[in-house]
């Protein structure tokens, strides 16, 4: 992503915005964007969603590969998660090998993925030492209006519960749904103004200062954290944001599972 | 018959596996303004392929080198999605889509008014979301529509359509079946008012005969695909369809 001129007369705006604790689009501090989740809207995914939350549309799709499992786990398949954020998806998103924006946002929602455990890593084996399924989740940015994190941590949790393991294509026994046992969510903050906003927009990310992305699985459990860029917060401030981040990711959970 | 095998692509009345007859065209949706931050976008919908392209500019071209002093840049970039093909697509350029991005750019370069942006680029980002055979044509297509969408001015639209052959019948619009068996290629971009040719790429082996049976397929394709264009510009610019 090239950096954009300092915006300080945006930084200025959001700063007024803030103190009677306003936003640049009306919503509430913790208010997110209305999410609209859709399955299966890719023909050669074997699971796929696309998900809109205002100007902001992702898609998510999992293929599946045969792998040879690591010596030290013989009896496990694998998980890998790819961020393509493309140049089709913004002005400021440029072409060439992943920037490290890029390249954080497919290792953060990977961890959150994996470390809830909600895909059986022991379920993938198909014969042990020799051959396992490798999972791999590939999210794409359409049309990037901020919050990228959500978005595709949303789409990806949809696309594989929507995901079919291809046994007949392979060769490896009948096709059947890949088990997922858990939807862990992220929710994540920016500060905006001098406080943290929920579901940042483009030009509140531009003016904004640093971020903070929490991952809770089913029975609120913490499965991944990152700060994002400069800045320090408070014990109390942190406080604030995982008392909502409980709430939300529950409310994104109903929607990703119905 | 010629082509791979036994595989038989066309029954004895000249009917296709999908049910189209040799100079039919898969059924084609498109749709302007999909992607909200760009300054103009178009997805296609043809066959089973889905294509989508955005628009950005004109802008200042950076680094000054790029500069036309004359002119704006047309920066165009083709790709396909990881997820777009049966077997999984590692990400990152290959000399297929380098190849796809540059006779793109200069189809389309062929009709944008790029003398009226000197020093300026124009971004033109394809994205293939699902690939079904033909994903190129599909690509200038959804540009052609993209720059409209942009206000971008252009002495005409292109709309880009292949013919082939199977089991030595020339054929309109190859899927993957068919271009899986196909005995020969030939994608057109043509310009929708003028007729004038801006792309044109061929492999295989035609006869005379059948290269001007190709040539006609793709030339009475243009016409309603144009109608779709224009019917989706309608729609995402408020008018009446």
């Known amino acids: 992503m090239s950096a954009p001129p300092v915006p300080e007369l945006l930084r200025a705006h959001l700063s007024k915005l803030a103190e009677n604790d306003e936003r640049l689009d009306g919503r509430e501090r913790f208010q997110g964007r209305e999410v609209i989740v859709e399955t299966g809207v890719l023909a050669r995914a074997e699971g796929s969603a696309r998900v809109q939350m205002g100007d902001t549309i992702v898609l998510a799709g999992v293929k599946f590969q045969i792998m040879t499992p690591y010596p030290d786990r013989p009896t496990s398949g694998g998980f890998m998660t790819s961020a393509e954020v493309r140049p089709v998806s913004g002005v400021h998103w440029e072409a060439g090998p992943p920037s490290p924006e890029a390249i954080e946002l497919g290792r953060v929602v990977d961890r959150g993925i994996r470390e809830s455990g909600c895909i059986d890593m022991e379920d993938l084996c198909i014969l042990p030492g020799e051959k396992a399924w490798q999972v791999i989740l590939d999210v794409f940015a359409l049309s990037d209006d901020g919050n990228l994190f959500d978005a595709f941590a949303t789409a990806a949790m949809a696309a594989l519960r929507t995901a079919v393991i291809p046994g007949e294509r392979f060769d490896v026994g009948e096709d059947r749904p890949l088990p997922v046992s858990k939807t862990p969510m992220m929710c994540s903050y920016h500060r905006v103004g001098g406080r943290f906003v929920y579901d940042a927009v483009r030009r509140e990310e531009i003016g904004g200062a640093e971020r903070i992305h929490i991952t809770l699985g089913d029975d609120n459990h913490v499965h991944s954290l990152q700060k994002g860029l400069k800045g320090a917060f408070t014990a109390a401030e942190f406080e604030e944001i995982m008392q909502h981040a409980r709430s939300r990711c529950a409310e994104l959970r109903d929607l990703v599972n119905n | ?241």
């Open chain 2, 1 to 241: 018959m010629g082509g791979y095998g036994d595989v038989q692509m066309i029954d004895e009345n000249g009917i296709r596996m999908d049910g189209r007859s040799a100079e039919d065209i898969r059924p084609v949706t498109i749709n302007a303004g999909i992607i909200p931050v760009a300054d103009g976008s178009a997805e296609v919908i043809w066959g089973t392929n889905h294509v989508v392209a955005a628009v950005y500019g004109p802008m200042e071209a950076h680094p000054r080198k790029i500069q036309k002093q004359d002119r704006a840049v047309l920066d165009v970039r083709y790709n396909m999605a990881p997820f777009s093909t049966t077997d999984r697509i590692r990400p990152g350029f290959n000399r297929r889509s380098r190849e796809i991005s540059k006779v793109t750019a200069e189809a389309l370069e062929s009709v944008v008014l790029t003398e009226l942006y000197p020093r300026s680029k124009i971004r033109v980002e394809i994205e293939v979301l699902t690939a079904e055979a033909g994903t190129r044509c599909a690509g200038i297509t959804a540009a052609s529509v993209a720059l409209a969408d942009a206000g971008i001015p252009m002495t005409d639209m292109v709309i880009s359509v292949a013919s082939g052959k199977i089991n030595g019948i020339v054929v309109c619009d190859l899927n993957k079946e068919e271009d899986n068996y196909g005995e020969a290629d030939l994608p057109m971009g043509v310009c929708a008012n003028s007729g004038d040719l801006v792309f044109l790429q061929m492999d295989g082996d035609l006869s005379p005969e059948e290269f001007q049976i190709a040539w006609d397929y793709n030339m009475g394709a243009i016409a309603p695909v144009h109608e779709i264009m224009i019917d989706a510009l309608k729609r995402s610019n408020g008018g009446e369809e």
